[in-house]
């Protein structure tokens, strides 16, 4: 019997006591599953044996330290990827990690960075779009891509209620908060990335989104054609090439919440199989409905195992 692929979930939650000990003193509302999030161990592997999940690559739940005042979030990022290394230390072939930072004080969030992936071994960092209403397009927040881009690991640009920028109360649809208001914060976040010029300045830079990509790839004919209109009239626009062109060569794209044949086979078609990978969002999303769903998929072995295994592996550089 052939072996079935190795399932690597790429978006998959964990919290830490300290974090949430903090967020409580801050005000920040009981998270929900908060002890399904703080089991990294025997817990947590359970679930995943039972779904037929490999491998979770983990990450601080959403909003990680972005809302913690300055010096609070700096030293609970430290503090979390402490957690999350000793989390793969004790089941390496199970788990692997994205760090956690604190944009709001960039220059220690790209010190932290090089830590985790030099010292910790961590595979990438996760950011939860807006940091206070910023967007890493402002040029103060570059150190971190920058970073990134020289330690050659991905960013995961993950989800959250909308900015005070962006958000009002006709963003604000009842029963739409996350289906809708969360992909337009981060499907926005990623365009100003583009429009800004960030990957013609860090060519190599790597960005993941979550949710088939918050929309953009269903979108990306559409933006190439406006954009060229745009950009004849706006010299606030700096980048130099098309937005598929990014959105085919500095983003990859991830299964989170979407379990579905026809959109994944769409996302496929618009940016590549090279560019999408397997996750399920746990424990927000059902580990074993995101398993079946791939499975039950009408894609050939090869495609699933790129999606599921090959391009995790080359993404986020797992050694084991
Ligand atoms: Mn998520």
Avoid: C
């Amino acid at each position: 019997m052939i072996k079935r692929e190795r399932v690597i979930a790429t978006e998959e939650a964990f919290a830490v006591a300290d974090v949430e000990a903090e967020r409580g003193r801050t005000g920040s509302a009981p998270r929900a599953l908060l002890a399904e999030l703080l089991d990294v161990g025997e817990g947590r592997l359970a679930t995943m044996d039972a779904a037929g999940v490999d491998v979770q690559v983990l990450s601080l739940a959403s909003p990680g330290v972005q809302d913690l005042d300055d010096d609070p979030a700096v030293a609970l990022a430290a503090v979390a990827n402490d957690r999350l290394a000793a989390a793969i230390a004790a089941h390496p072939t199970r788990f692997a990690g994205l760090a956690a930072v604190a944009p709001q004080v960039p220059d220690a969030a790209a010190t932290e960075l090089e830590r985790a992936v030099r010292k910790l071994g961590l595979n990438g960092v996760l950011i939860n779009s807006h940091t206070r209403g910023e967007y890493l397009d402002d040029a103060r927040y570059w150190p971190i891509l920058q970073a990134a881009e020289a330690l050659n690991v991905p960013l995961y640009l993950h989800p959250r209620d909308p900015g005070s920028t962006l958000a009002g109360p006709a963003l604000n649809v009842p029963g739409f908060r996350v289906g809708w208001g969360f992909t337009v914060e981060t499907g926005t976040h990623a365009l100003r990335l583009i429009s800004a010029g960030v990957f013609d300045r860090f060519p190599r830079l790597q960005i993941v989104l979550g949710h088939l990509g918050e929309a953009l790839p269903f979108l990306i004919h559409r933006l190439d054609e406006r954009f060229s209109f745009e950009r004849k009239a706006n010299p606030k626009i700096r980048a130099k090439r098309f937005p598929s062109e990014y959105l085919r060569e500095n983003f990859h794209y991830t299964t989170s919440g979407m379990n579905t044949a026809a959109p994944v086979q769409a996302v496929i078609e618009l940016v590549g199989l090279e560019r999408l990978m397997f996750a399920v969002d746990y424990p927000f999303e059902d580990q074993r409905a995101a398993v079946d769903g791939l499975r039950r998929m009408p894609l050939t072995d090869v495609a699933r195992r790129t999606i599921m295994e090959t391009n995790a592996l080359r993404v986020f550089g797992f050694r084991h």
